[in-house]
Nanobody, 123 residues
């Protein structure tokens, strides 16, 4: 199973981006999916998460500005980031709690991470 994140870039304060993260491989099902971020010199923090049923959770710092969504057919999670601020600058990582086929008769579960996509907010 692999997670491929994309959509980062350089944007001015107040701007928007849409991050995507697609899971691929021998996937049986995906439970929670989420986005985390890590700014220089800081610990990785949860930005938003979404359950398979669509229940969402946001960090207080991004409520009202970021929206997480997912496409269960495409095994993809999105993060719409609006009204960006310089303090949103970070590497954004996606993760997914995946049940995957392991051999012919077994299903295992593991939390996978994407490679990260850099979001830089600067004028």
């Amino acid at each position: 199973v692999q997670l491929q994140a994309s959509g980062g870039g350089l944007v001015q304060p107040g701007g928007s981006l849409r991050l995507s993260c697609a899971a691929s491989g021998s996937i049986f099902s995906i439970h929670d999916m989420g986005w985390y971020r890590q700014a220089p010199g800081k610990q990785r923090e949860l930005v938003a998460s979404i359950t398979s049923g669509g229940t969402t959770n946001y960090a207080d710092s991004v409520k009202g500005r970021f929206t997480i969504s997912r496409d269960n057919v495409k095994n993809t999670v999105y993060l719409q980031v609006n009204s960006l601020k310089p303090e949103d600058t970070a590497v954004y990582y996606c993760n997914a709690d995946v049940e995957y086929y392991s051999g012919s008769y077994y299903i295992n579960q593991y939390v996978y991470w994407g490679q990260g996509t850099l979001v830089t907010v600067s004028s």
